[in-house]
């Protein structure tokens, strides 16, 4: 049996969890919130203070009693790595398997989610699942933008270590690990200008709002009026069909025929999606790598996988060791170009 | 600290996990192992006993204590099932993400283990590991024969529930869920023979000692004798080179220039290092379904992978419930032929 303090102290964290109270709301009086939950004032503050300890809420004079709204790191062992995460694409599975190899160097655990659909609320549903039973250090590979992330905040008031993989975050409240689009989408565009095309065609998903994407269509377009090359995006469904793609791709033939063309994919994918066999005229750039893309004759862009797991389970560890003194970093790592 | 009988119960334990006593082994008397730890011998008497309740020694009389040999799954409640599988192939990939679907279902933590390199030892290790840490619901995909399985009996007394998947065991303290190897030639050989081919040619791995490909090539030789065709076995290296691959794949070829001929491989990667495009006379089929082997015209045998891991889940749990009653089981699915 619980005693009344301890059902106070979880019924607040519950509420803020559930994101009745945000980082930096303000908290009901100690009186108003023994009259709310049935108790004393006595209770509720003793409540109150063994939050105030755990870093969840603070006690600012003359605002009264907030939610943290700064993010101290939990502190306690790297017992386990939540990693949520898509599978089964190629670059996910290689992801899963170097966390899982860090993991193993370090004796903690790997617990994995999946969320099926891969969105937001997904996510968090795996994130607050497993924070409950104790895996308090996550690795996110982002989702769809169309969710406000700041919702992981709550998690990390609650003692949650967090890095977001792949995924530019608005908030301060984690870690970013990822690849660095910009120098990514430079080396294609001049490895494409090198290679004698003249005009630039971006193809980007019309339907797949990550951040990823997002930051490597703007990446190319600043690098078009940066170099002076002719360019243009161009945006393929997703969902499209076998005979929407056959047409999109002979388009983009088309523009190969007038005069020597790159096609700079978003991943692999998108260019699998298009084309079966090299096009005269029309050079393939992809921003990622998969083998399959050495039979379309591509080049592509090699994210350092390994690496990159390494530096997003390093980022917990360091979470843990800085404790309050902890800030969010943003750790960005170039890809190697890989001809076919 | 931990009380004296609790601790010659842990040692005596640890002892067993080490192998130093196998199931059916006898354990020394209660004098001499009170002698061997330096304690009582009512303190032995305590920890055996403690041992006895929880089904891990078994007082026989004649033969005195033994550890126990019957497999009694542990009752406790599926709060996370830790699986042992490499990645980053797809079809691994593919099994990951159906194991994941059923832990959400069940509200279960899914734990997982990537063993590199993908031995019986280091899946041991990791299957030792996650016991340890309290996971003791244990899904394994098997590896390399040349290891000793039956030291996963040993996990199994100390109240590890298992199921191996795709891997054929030698014991009675797993049970086993895969493909019904047997039925997969038969439908590809039928296949083939209705597709016109007259001689058929399976091709496996030389280097790979794992129970599913002896299991079809063991099922191709008696098919054969069973459907009087004509045929016979090739085995190529898994790590030849892309001339030697080139050079058996010719060997191949020649042999469907002489009369149309059918290749089977013993699964999708063998025909993916051999073949990029379909070969005049040469029929391809493989036990194995990636989306690849359309464009080489090859007719693949989709496993219902989905289904096989709710099996493997289920299996865990019906271990659970059955407790003493429990008896190892094998559960084979058909696959479904899928022309390109």
């Known amino acids: 049996m619980k ?32 009259e709310h939950t049935g108790t004393s004032r006595v209770t509720v503050r003793r409540a109150y203070d063994q939050l105030e ?41 290689r992801f899963v398997a170097a966390v899982s190899r860090c993991c193993r160097e370090l004796d903690a655990l790997l617990v994995l989610g999946i969320p099926e659909p891969d969105t937001g609320p997904q996510q968090l549903e795996i994130a607050v699942r497993m924070a ?13 933008r169309n969710f406000d992330f700041r919702v992981f905040e709550r998690l990390r008031i609650l003692g949650v270590n967090l890095v977001f993989f792949d995924q530019v975050l608005p908030g301060d409240f ?46 190319f377009e600043a690098c078009l009026a940066e170099t002076g090359c002719r360019g243009e995006v161009r945006l393929l469904s997703r969902g499209a069909s076998a005979a929407e793609c056959r047409l999109f791709a002979a388009e983009l033939a088309a523009a190969g025929a007038e005069a020597p063309s790159a096609v700079i994919g978003v991943n692999a994918p998108v260019l699998q999606m298009l084309f079966r066999h090299p096009v ?6 992809c921003v990622d790598h998969v083998p399959q893309l050495a039979e379309l004759g591509a080049v592509g862009l090699r994210q350092p996988i390994g690496a990159m797991a390494e530096a997003a389970v390093r980022a917990l560890q360091e979470q843990r060791k800085k404790g309050g003194k902890w800030r969010a970093g943003v750790r960005r790592f170039a890809g190697e170009l890989v001809e076919p």
């Open 280 to 285: 005269a005229g029309l050079g393939l750039y």
């Open 53 to 93: 300890a755990a870093g969840i809420i603070v006690r600012r004079r003359p605002h009264g009693t907030c939610v943290a709204d700064t993010f101290r790191a939990h502190t306690g062992p790297l017992e386990s790595v939540g990693l949520i995460t898509t599978l089964p694409h190629e670059f996910s599975g």
């Open 174 to 219: 984690a870690d970013y690990v990822g690849l660095d689009n910009r120098a990514a989408i430079r080396a294609l565009l001049a490895k494409a200008k090198a290679d004698g095309a003249e005009r630039m065609i971006f193809v980007n998903y019309s339907d797949l709002d990550v951040d990823t994407n997002a930051e490597r269509q703007q990446a």
């Open 3 to 34: 005693s009344l303090t301890e059902q106070v102290r979880a019924a607040l964290a519950g509420e803020i969890l559930a994101g009745k109270y945000a980082p930096g709301d303000r908290l009901p009086p100690e009186r108003e919130y023994a």
């Open 132 to 144: 409950t039973r104790g895996v308090k250090d996550l690795i996110v590979w982002g989702a769809d």
